[in-house]
């Protein structure tokens, strides 16, 4: 699941929580809601610390220097 559905599960979550008021039996909707964005909360927490690290390969090699954005640039 990338950013934009971490996002929708967000918006879905807060619609059902805080947009609506229709009363099921047996499903509480505010519940699920509070679910649904806590999902995709940690869903963007996952995605953006993924996309943090990421692969440089440096041209005319082989070698695969792993980059991390609090390090700097380690590539030559």
Not at 40 to 53: D, E, K, N, P, Q
Not at 62 to 70: K, L, W
């Amino acid at each position: 699941m990338g950013l934009g559905g971490c996002i929708i599960l967000i918006a879905v979550g807060a619609i059902l929580t805080f947009a609506t008021d229709w009363h099921m039996q047996g499903v509480n909707l505010d519940l699920v809601g509070i679910i649904l964005m806590v999902v995709g909360l940690i869903g963007v927490v996952t995605f953006s610390s993924m996309a943090r690290r990421r692969r440089v390969v440096i041209p005319g090699s082989t070698t695969v220097v792993e980059d991390d954005e609090t390090r700097g640039y380690r590539g030559a």
